[in-house]
Nanobody, 125 residues
Framework: QVHLVESGGGSVQAGGSLRLSCVTSSYTISTSCMGWFRQVPGKEREGVAVITTWDGTTIYADSVKGRFTISHDIAKNTATLQMDSLEPEDTAMYYC??????????????????WGRGTQVTVSS
């Protein structure tokens, strides 16, 4: 069983920054896809960013390109989402996802087998 724990959510004004972290203690992320997805009540979950940990390849949603950065730290078994220039439209529950068998890494939620419980991000105007 893979356990993912997100942290770093909170409330911020538009233009501000937040840094989300996802830690797993169940397996090494050195060869894995890890990603961040978000969901607003009443809407479908959408992909934000994914990273292929063995080569560092990243994929971003168009809505966050240039503002968000996904990274990983193998030694800490952590994936991080740095969110800058936040907009009210970024308000959502953010979920970390991981899959050690996913290849290639894709920005599709149904492709991921393991999920955290989520962390809320609220951006006020």
């Amino acid at each position: 069983q893979v356990h993912l724990v997100e942290s770093g959510g909170g409330s911020v004004q538009a233009g501000g920054s937040l840094r989300l972290s996802c830690v797993t203690s169940s397996y090494t992320i050195s060869t894995s896809c890890m990603g961040w997805f978000r969901q607003v009540p009443g809407k479908e979950r959408e992909g934000v960013a994914v990273i292929t940990t063995w080569d560092g390849t990243t994929i971003y949603a168009d809505s966050v390109k240039g503002r968000f950065t996904i990274s990983h730290d193998i030694a800490k078994n952590t994936a991080t989402l740095q969110m800058d220039s936040l907009e009210p439209e970024d308000t959502a529950m953010y979920y970390c996802a991981a899959d050690p068998a996913l290849s290639p890494c894709v920005l599709v939620d149904m492709a991921f087998d393991y999920w955290g419980r989520g962390t809320q991000v609220t951006v006020s105007s």
